[in-house]
């Protein structure tokens, strides 16, 4: 159904036309589809298309031209034109009903065809629960033949279809069947339920469940309709499943990928049986059964589909081709809303003329068909409207045209390429997306088109001019690809196969036959030997080498010999097909003599069980069978009567076959003449029995000629019983039943002699309800068997046969034995629970009185609950008469007092006075008593009236002067304020001189790291490496006594030029737009080294709130300007590296963040690390290798595993699966802890990362508005997880995270991967990227993991960008600058400087291009070129020597009309603090217009005074401090108090008229602001103490990483020493050796050196021949394997215990090795297992590590 109307503004968009037919369509189909709802319940549906419609596509008819859709060809199917036909026209061969439920079906309950009268609620109950049971076999029905329909396979019984579902397989193909990619058919698991018929289902098996909910969601099924996993593995709840496969369907047959499936309801036939087993099924589980009738409508409110929009384009397809307008028809198919694909722009003329064709057509079949008769409908329908579906191309159909039209033409293009014989056409055609070729090779090309002329011309020489269809040209390059690669493959293989028998070597012989690239036949793991001696006898008699057609013989006669001695083992069936096969070559073999054959074959293999060829050759399965044969030639005569009865039964003659039983040459015994078409029957089939060819025996014939005798004497019984019970039932004799029914021949099961009456009347009453369907009185009786063989007996003469003739009359008014026993059964039953209840009749009657007793109870129980009830009702009648009477009682009081009035006047006025007085007493003794507590009283009112100011100060939005006034003295500088400003400053200089000369010490260390790697490597000399050491010591020593010179000499140019640099880089610092300018227009290269040289120094590496900030500034701003100038695509962003991100994840991971990261990554990390039984290894290929070495190098002997394997290959070991379960297991645990640990540290993460990921995100939302939430959050968490995070977890001794001593070496390989998998998995998890197919296949289980977890690091990303700005965070305003105490500073080296300078004079116009920029000015006072060190420092200066520059502005003095009134503002500020201070009052106005006393101004003059003091000792301790205040605030402080006064209004009346400070409210503006600066002042002090204590702890950590620096020095500085000393004693040695040059090296050995003992050095000897034998040596090229024995090795040890002499000697000759067991090693973990010595010989490294370390390492 249509899910919504056309709206008008989509009438704009089709057009009104469209729109208009739309909404008609729209009417009439909805009109058209509530009918047919109402009549699914009586009717049915049948089904539209079959699979065949959307599995046929790829291939052709046969004559070209049909359409391939023509629903009206397929028998059992009709198209959607005829879909209100009349029923009769649909093939009742689907449905073959078995037996009717006798309760009736679902229709006659609709209709009221009930005749059981009115049925109690029990009835009822039953009855829906019979219904319920029915209605679900019927689903199960339409789900099992609608999966038939589309996977084009028989499946199991209605029945059986739940527990067939169960194991996922069938689940999973028909996934496949409509999702092919996503379920492939390779990846169902125990697809051929080879697992699962022998031990049942596998907890893998679930793995096809899970693959078919994928194919659903990738279909775009809603997930409303989804079982859980557990609802199909443990058969929680079925029906769930069987109403997702019910909505897949119609979802499916929606978008035109599925037939629809069938309505069954009222229909599907079942017994008895059958729906009350389905119904204690469902009973069991208590399962509630889905709503299936409300599956469409779930579906219309889940798709997301404009269906309105779809029908108004399939409308404008339509009406297109009705006009014959071939562009219109093109255009109205590329209508996005049509949904239509794979439309191509050549064929535009070939889909108008295919449409046309089809449209034509289906109009065609709707105008002849029929409409629906509703004469057997129960209910009166209204007749049916006709759908205009049934006259225009559905959306499905046409893109099924589509599809084919898109095969055809691209088939004609091939069939003209053939005929023009074009290479070039041809590849573009095989390479067509329409045909979806696989495995083209177009190396093939020209073999492609050859073969295909071929075949081209082979049709056509039969008569067949059509098209070659796509199958056809997939077989031809199938074959093509095959023979092309087939015959380089044979020569190789048969190489392999004489090198393999001129070696004896049999594993080698069986592998090259083994080798499926040769297609030789298969061969047999467990003849090997067989294969090996043949092929020798073979070799040796031909006198040459074997042939690939010899091979390829011999390997398919061979294998059938080693059949043929398998089947002995088993049965002779099998041994005789074995022997029968046209490949095994074996003569004269008779089936009949199978049994010999075996006997003789079974005793040969006994006898040759102790030779190495443990199989019979086939001249000695030959010679057996020509000796049986022999042997039953005595039998012949007796076999061949034998034989011809089994043609006999072949032949379907009973005559026949008597006469053959009776031969007196057979002796069959008990023939007899009454009982030949029985034997005939049971012989026929005991034969059938018998697999195909094989013939009865004489001793099986024998026993089915018994068998027929006691069938038929037992059945004559059973006439005999059955005659005389329905004779007793006849004459209502209870005795003769009773004699009956207990006769001993033939006894009646479950009778009861005390029923006998009942069973009468049970079995008269069937036996007229029997009278009344059939004929009564006939002679004839139909008796069946147990076997299912019917006897016919004559009732009157006791005659019987075994087949109808014409002749007969059967009665059918007898009652059947099965009958009689059923109704026996019953009946007894029904008895036996009369007397059970007869028996129990005072428990009955206990139960009752119980009963009876709980209901008056609970009838007390109500009564009581009700009067509970009405309890408020019972108050208000009792409050009411209460009431009632106490106004009575009150008013005669009332009257009592009138009385009495001046009396009681009296009496109240003595009393009030006595009570005053007593009061005023007792309140003067207390008090008197309480003083202490009086003034704790007023002291907490105190306090509690200071905490009210105090919070009125720091929350009220104007808090009032009085306030104010009282907390003003914390503005004033104190001694230690400036002490701790002092030393901050002093610490901040520190510290950046102490980073740059780590930077410097750690610079020098790699060079020197690189320069000892050089040395060991011979690259340069140790004299090199001396010299850079005296530069790094000389280096070290200059960066710590550097000194500044130049700047700081006392004249006027140089004062003047150090200003100017000051005016220049305090410009630098508050505009970032320079900086971010010149770092995108410098190269790469000189950009990054000028952000760590010049940047982080400028901003003092954001050692306070003000650098930070503004290094923040600068930072998003050049974020900002790259992503808008330079950023094409997001991806660029990830996949490249932009400056800005470099430049931010640098600082805040080795800086500011790196404190973050090392708290929270070091103690997990440690952990990890620590942990030794960690050990993550994903890659099964390295996990095989390991294993297989660890094997080898344990046990000594080589390995018969192959070493070189896939992945999928190593993952067939179970101990490899173990490994990987293990590490995948421990992957995810690990991660899921760093995960966590992430997740929770976000408020940790340093607020600049924050920021920038903020700035990113706003950026690429500005820059990419149509870009998604999700895509951009990506690139921040590659911003903010990957780049900042995630190295450190994989390199975390990289980043400083890990404390690693130098000594012990790094991380190990191990440690390594660990880190690596978990970096990558949490990668994986921020990007939203899973492990899909190839060798990351087995790695799939963990995407389930990372789509979880990428979920939560999206929250992570977006709650990560919710930070305030920066001037919120850092408390930062227009005013913070110039209330700064202390002036801000940098230190410099003066090649930074002049570097700086130099770079914004070469790109001055890019950085500033307006010409009135103030930068162009600052750049002008320095000159128009930048100065050399010597101009700038002088001479003797070393360019690394640093410059501290305080900064300015040059236009403090010079202000603007704006920044003048901003610092009037401050001035203002401060006086007006001053004056209240001093002048009481309880508003500003009220303050200023007061007269100042002497006393006020005197204690003005003090406090000034007493400012002035601190103030001047703080300029005695740092000059910078006086720069902070002009010589203009200092003299308006020194101003009287009077004057002050007079200034303040002036300034208060300026500031108002530009709308600075608002006067209302007596200028309380002003007091906000006094307010706001004790406030921040107060923050500052504590920030301030925290800072120190912050840059305290980072000089420590700075300190630390100096002390890590000296001892890697000092480490490098040991080994040049080393080295050196090295040097020194090898050139002493040298000297020495020159007097003994004329001895030989082994005398020089030998000769005995004075003081010391010479060294015992072990030797070990081999032959080749048993190194070959260990597997250590593979082969020495050269050499044959019997000439090793000649090839002696030894193995000798040097004077380093990891060094080994290796010496090959061959007869005089001899070569020697240098073995190290370290280069061995690495080797091994190379994953390299052979290595090659001496150029020539092979070596098994893994075998000769063991022998190496059994030999000389291991101690017995």
């Not at 009350?276 to 299936?292: T, V």
């Not at 019917?790 to 075994?802: A, F, P, S």
């Not at 050995?1645 to 000897?1661: L, S, V």
Request: with cysteine; net charge negative.
């Amino acid at each position: 159904m249509l899910r919504q109307m056309f709206s008008r503004d989509e009438e704009d968009v089709f057009g009104t036309d469209y729109s208009r037919l739309a909404r008609t369509a729209y009417r009439t189909r909805h009109a058209s589809l509530t009918t047919r709802m109402m009549r699914q319940s009586t009717t049915g549906s049948l089904l539209k298309q079959t699979c065949s419609n959307y599995n046929s596509l790829g291939r052709q008819s046969s004559n070209g031209n049909q359409s391939l859709l023509n629903h009206t060809n397929i028998p059992g199917f009709r198209s959607r034109s005829s879909s209100v036909s009349s029923t009769a026209s649909f093939d009742s061969s689907w449905f073959k009903p078995s037996f009717r439920a006798s309760y009736g079906s679902i229709d006659d309950l609709e209709s009221g065809d009930v005749t059981d009268g009115h049925m109690t609620a029990d009835e009822m109950d039953q009855k829906r629960k019979q219904n319920m049971a029915y209605e679900y076999l019927c689903h199960l029905e339409e789900a099992k033949k609608w999966i038939e329909a589309c996977i084009d396979e028989e499946l199991p019984a209605t029945t059986e279809l739940e527990e067939n579902l169960q194991n996922g397989v069938l689940l999973a193909k028909l996934g496949h069947f409509f999702a092919p990619k996503v379920v492939p058919l390779k990846r169902i698991y125990d697809k051929e339920l080879t697992r699962f018929k022998q031990s049942g289902l596998h907890y893998r098996h679930t793995d096809n469940v899970v693959q078919f909910f994928g194919a659903c969601e990738n279909a775009g099924l809603p997930s409303i309709f989804y079982p859980d996993t557990s609802d199909v593995y443990d058969r929680k709840n079925m029906p769930k499943l069987i109403y997702c496969i019910h909505a897949l369907s119609l979802f499916l047959h929606k978008l035109g990928k599925a037939p629809l499936i069938m309505d069954l309801v009222g229909t599907a036939q079942f017994s008895e049986e059958e729906i009350s087993a389905m119904r204690a099924e469902l009973d069991k589980y208590g399962i509630q059964m889905p709503a299936f009738g409300k599956i469409g409508g779930i579906l219309a409110n889940e798709m997301p589909v404009d269906e309105a929009a779809l029908h108004a384009a399939v409308i404008a397809i339509n009406d297109a081709l009705d006009r014959d307008d071939q562009q219109g028809t093109f255009h109205a198919l590329s209508n996005p809303m049509a949904l239509l694909t794979k439309l191509d722009d050549n064929f535009v003329s070939a889909y108008h003329e295919a449409l046309r064709s089809a449209k034509k057509m289906k109009g065609a079949d709707s105008s002849t068909a029929e409409p629906k008769s509703c004469e057997q409908d129960t209910v009166s329908v209204k007749t049916e409207e006709k759908d205009i579906y049934d006259v225009i191309l559905t959306q499905a159909e046409i893109q099924a045209e589509i599809s084919v039209t898109n095969l055809k033409q691209t088939l004609k293009e091939a069939d003209n390429a053939l005929l023009e014989r074009s290479l070039s056409k041809l590849k573009s055609s095989l390479t067509s997306s329409h045909l979806k070729l696989l495995n083209i090779n177009l190396d093939n090309l020209e073999s492609y088109l050859d073969a295909l002329l071929k075949l081209h011309e082979e049709r056509q020489g039969d008569g067949d001019f059509s098209l070659l269809n796509k199958q056809d040209i997939q077989d031809t390059i199938n074959s093509v690809n095959m023979d092309c690669n087939f015959e380089y493959q044979k020569n190789i293989s048969v190489d392999k196969i004489n090198k393999a028998l001129n070696s004896r070597n049999r594993d080698a012989l069986f592998e090259a036959l083994y080798d499926p690239k040769a297609k030789y036949p298969p061969v047999l793991n467990f003849a090997s030997d067989l294969y090996f001696e043949e092929f020798a006898v073979i070799r040796e008699d031909k006198g040459e080498d074997l042939v690939y057609a010899e091979v390829h013989g011999g390997v398919k006669v061979l294998t059938a010999v080693a059949k043929v001695n398998k089947a002995i083992s088993s049965s002779s069936e099998e041994l005789l097909a074995c022997l029968n096969e046209e490949d095994v070559h074996i003569m004269a073999v008779e089936a009949e003599n199978i049994t010999v054959y075996q006997q003789d074959m079974t005793s040969a293999l006994q006898n040759k069980q102790e030779m190495t060829n443990t199989l019979l050759t086939h001249s000695e399965l030959q010679e057996i069978i020509d000796v049986a044969n022999d042997n039953v030639k005595t039998e012949q005569t007796r076999l061949k009567l034998v034989e011809e009865i089994n043609d006999v039964l072949s032949n379907a003659n009973a005559e026949d076959l008597f006469v053959l039983l009776t031969n007196e040459a057979l002796q069959f015994e008990n023939v007899f003449p009454e009982l030949a078409v029985l034997y005939y029957n049971c012989l026929a089939k005991l034969k059938n029995s018998h697999p195909e060819g094989q013939s009865l025996r004489w001793n099986e014939i024998q026993s089915a000629i018994n068998l027929a005798d006691a069938q038929a004497a037992h059945g004559i019984l059973v006439a005999k019983a059955v005659t005389a019970i329905n004779d007793a039932v006849t004459e209502a004799s209870i005795d003769q039943l009773c004699s009956a029914l207990t006769e001993q021949e033939l006894k009646v099961k479950n009778v009861n002699v005390n029923c006998c009456k009942h069973y009468l009347e049970k079995l008269d009453e069937a036996r007229k309800e029997r009278s009344n369907n059939g004929k009564e009185g006939a002679e004839w009786l139909n008796v069946e068997l147990p076997d299912g063989t019917e006897m016919y007996y004559n009732l009157v003469n006791g005659e019987h046969r075994w087949e109808v003739t014409d002749d007969m009359i059967f009665d059918s008014s007898l009652l059947t034995w099965d009958e009689i026993q059923n109704l026996i059964n019953q009946s007894t039953a029904e008895e036996e629970r009369k007397v059970f209840l007869n028996s129990n009749e005072d428990k009955i009657i206990k139960l009752q009185s119980a009963y009876k007793g709980y209901r008056a109870r609970k009838q007390y129980t109500d009564r009581l609950n009700y009067l509970k009830n009405q309890e408020p009702q019972a108050l208000k009648i009792q409050a009411w008469v209460k009431g009632v009477q106490q106004k009575k009682a009150y008013k005669t009081r009332q009257k009592l007092f009138q009385a009495n009035e001046g009396s009681i006047i009296k009496i109240q006025s003595a009393v009030r006075s006595f009570l005053t007085r007593k009061a005023y007493k007792n309140r003067l003794n207390f008090l008197a008593n309480q003083s202490d507590s009086v003034i704790k009283i007023q002291a907490a009112w105190r306090g509690k009236k200071t905490r009210s100011d105090y919070q009125s100060l720091m929350f009220a939005e104007y808090p009032p002067l009085n306030v104010v006034r009282k907390f003003a003295h914390l503005l004033d500088q104190s001694d230690t304020d400036y002490a701790e400003e002092i030393e901050v400053q002093k610490q901040r200089q520190e510290i950046v001189a102490a980073i740059r000369h780590n930077q410097q010490l750690e610079k020098d260390a790699s060079n020197m790291d690189i320069k000892i790697g050089l040395l060991v490597k011979n690259r340069i000399t140790l004299e090199e490496v001396v010299t850079h050491e005296g530069k790094m010591s000389k280096k070290e020593q200059g960066l710590a006594c550097a000194v500044s010179a130049g700047l700081d000499s006392l004249n006027k140019e140089s004062h003047e030029r150090r200003k100017a640099y000051e005016h220049l880089f305090y410009q630098l610092q508050v505009e970032p737009q320079y900086l971010a300018r010149l770092i995108l227009e410098m190269p790469q290269q000189q950009s990054t080294k000028f952000i760590e040289s010049v940047i982080l120094t400028l901003y003092n590496y954001a050692s306070n709130p003000r650098d930070e900030y503004l290094l923040l500034k600068l930072f998003s701003t050049s974020l900002r300007q790259e992503i808008m100038q330079s950023i094409e695509n997001m991806t660029d962003i990830v996949t490249g590296t932009p400056l800005a991100i470099k430049m931010v994840v640098d600082f805040h991971r080795n800086a500011r963040g790196h404190s973050y990261l090392r708290d929270m990554l070091n103690p997990l990390i440690t952990s990890l690390l620590e942990d030794t039984s960690v050990k993550i290894n994903t890659n099964p290929t390295e996990v095989y290798k390991n294993w297989v070495n660890q094997q080898e190098t344990d046990s000594g002997v080589p390995s018969q595993l192959p070493y070189d394997v896939t992945n999928e290959e190593a993952l067939k070991h179970k101990e490899i699966q173990e490994l990987m379960e293990e590490s995948i297991q421990q992957l995810r645990s690990w991660s899921d802890k760093f995960l966590s640990l992430i997740l929770s540290s976000l408020d940790h993460i340093p607020y600049g990362m924050r920021y920038i990921s903020r700035v990113m995100l706003q950026s690429l939302t500005q820059k990419f508005p149509e870009a998604s939430e999700k895509d951009i959050l990506k690139i921040v968490g590659n911003l903010l997880y990957y780049r900042y995070i995630n190295s450190t977890i994989a390199a975390p001794d990289a980043y400083d995270i890990i404390d690693i001593d130098i000594e012990k070496g790094g991380l190990t390989p191990d440690q390594r991967r660990n880190l690596g998998s978990i970096a990558k998995i949490l990668q994986f998890a921020a990007s939203n990227k899973g492990f899909g197919g190839g060798d990351s296949q087995h790695l799939a289980c963990l995407n389930s993991y990372i789509k979880g977890s990428h979920e939560k690091f999206k929250q992570y990303f977006r709650k990560a960008c919710d930070v305030p700005d920066p001037e919120v965070h850092f408390n930062i305003n227009q005013y913070t600058e110039a209330a700064l105490v202390v002036k801000p500073r940098i230190s410099i080296s003066a090649d930074d400087l002049i570097n700086t300078h130099a770079k914004l004079l070469e790109y001055r116009a890019k950085i500033a291009p307006d010409s009135l920029d103030a930068i162009h000015e600052l750049l002008e006072d320095l000159g128009s070129a930048a100065p050399t060190v010597e101009e700038l420092m002088g001479s003797g200066v070393n360019k690394e020597d640093e410059i501290c520059l305080i900064l300015s502005s040059k236009h403090e003095g010079v202000e603007d009309a704006k920044s003048d009134l901003a610092s009037l503002l401050i001035s203002t500020k401060q006086l007006t603090i001053d004056i209240i201070r001093c002048q009481p009052g309880e508003n500003l106005t009220e303050v200023l217009d007061r007269e100042t006393s002497e006393d006020q101004e005197l204690q003005h003059r003090s406090m000034i005074s007493l400012q002035e003091q601190v103030d001047a000792r703080a300029v005695d301790k740092d000059a910078a401090v006086s720069r902070a205040k002009s010589v203009k605030e200092k003299s308006e402080r020194k101003m009287p108090l009077k004057d002050k006064k007079v200034k303040v209004k002036e300034d208060l009346s300026k500031l108002s008229g530009a709308g600075f400070i608002s006067s209302d409210s007596h200028y309380q503006a002003m007091m906000k602001l006094i307010a706001q600066d004790i406030r921040n002042q107060r923050r500052y002090r504590a920030a301030r103490r925290q800072d120190l204590q912050k840059l305290a702890d980072t000089k420590a950590n700075l300190q630390k990483k100096k002390l890590f620096f000296e001892s890697q020095i000092e480490y490098y500085n040991t080994y040049v020493k080393a080295c050196m000393a090295n040097m020194l004693a090898a050139g002493k040695r040298r000297s020495r050796s020159s007097y003994v040059s004329t001895s030989s090296p082994i005398e020089e050995d030998q000769k005995p050196k004075k003081g010391k003992k010479e060294p015992k050095h072990q030797t070990i000897k081999y032959t080749a021949a048993k190194l070959h034998e260990r597997g250590i040596v593979l082969e020495i090229d050269g050499i044959s394997p019997n000439q090793y024995k000649n090839v002696q090795f030894e193995i000798s040890t040097t004077v380093d215990p990891a060094v080994f002499q290796c010496t090959a000697k061959v007869l005089t000759v001899s070569e020697t090795h240098t073995l190290k067991l370290q280069e061995l090693l690495q080797l091994q973990y190379e994953g390299v297992a052979v290595m090659t010595l001496f150029d020539r010989a092979k070596i098994n490294v893994n075998l000769l590590i063991h022998l190496l370390n059994k030999k000389f390492y291991i101690t017995k």
